[in-house]
């Protein structure tokens, strides 16, 4: 299996610009992770997908940001109109079907995609 | 506010020697605590996990002790080597329905020197 692929792997653009984010989960997993990791934040779940419904949106930092799932092997991430402060590296990440209650859970994470707004 | 509490920021061990990072947490209906390896320019890759029926779970050189009562659980890596060298997340989480959000730590960088 090729793991969770992100596109693209890094992002240099100009504040003001939409964004957007791509990620194929692993084939057969039914949740997707969208999360922003940066220094002083650490690692900040963005919204989450269950069977490409949007579980939990509250992590999105304000209406600039939007993710839609359309289909279990494609997710995105927009941000529009991106801001400097939006620089960060996004993890997309997915996670296999819950096994019951002793079901592990495990969030398999792509290589990120380190964005730059300038 | 920061759930689960993490650390140290950073930690430098020599060869040979224990690594210990620590974490806190507070939600005593967490029921699995993993542990989070991401070495530069990667994504985090889940290290060893444990859950609050067990005091201790070992996997090679590392080690996860969980005390319950204080709702403390520490990673130990035995034998650090360069190669353990990475950032180290702690996190939390509860079966909500068919869902589980982890709630992370903010990461111990950890450099093993040779």
């Known amino acids: 299996d090729a793991g969770v692929i992100q596109s693209p792997r890094h992002e240099v653009t100009e504040m003001g610009q939409e964004v957007t984010l791509r990620c194929k989960p692993i084939?057969?997993?039914?949740?997707l992770f969208w999360y922003r990791q940066t220094m002083m934040r650490g690692l900040e779940l963005l919204i989450y997908?269950?069977?490409?419904?949007?579980?939990?949106d509250s992590g999105m930092p304000e209406d600039r940001f939007s993710a839609k799932m359309p289909n279990a092997s494609f997710s995105t991430l927009k941000i529009q109109p991106s801001e400097p402060r939006d620089s960060a590296v996004y993890f997309c990440?997915?996670?296999?079907?819950?096994?019951?209650?002793?079901?592990?859970?495990?969030?398999?994470f792509g290589p990120g995609t380190r964005l730059t707004v300038l | 506010q920061q759930q689960v509490k993490q650390s140290p920021q950073s930690l430098i061990v020599q060869k040979g020697g224990i690594s210990i990072i620590n974490c806190a947490y507070e939600?005593?209906?967490?029921?699995?605590f993993p542990w989070y390896q991401q070495f530069p320019g990667k994504g985090p890759a889940l290290l060893i996990a444990?859950?609050?029926d067990v005091s201790e779970k070992k996997e090679g050189r590392f080690t996860i002790s969980f005390n319950k009562s204080a709702k403390q659980f520490s990673l130990h890596i035995m034998d650090s080597q360069p190669g353990d060298s990475a950032t180290y997340f702690c996190?939390?989480?509860?079966?909500?329905?068919?869902?589980?959000?982890?709630?992370w730590g903010l990461g111990t960088s950890l450099a093993v020197n040779p």
């Open positions: 939600n005593t209906a967490f029921d699995y």
């Open positions: 084939s057969g997993h039914n949740s």
């Open positions: 997908f269950n069977n490409n419904v949007p579980i939990d």
């Open positions: 996190a939390a989480s509860r079966r909500a329905g068919n869902n589980r959000k982890l709630i």
């Open positions: 990440a997915s996670s296999p079907q819950n096994r019951g209650l002793l079901g592990t859970d495990t969030q398999y």
């Open positions: 444990i859950r609050p």
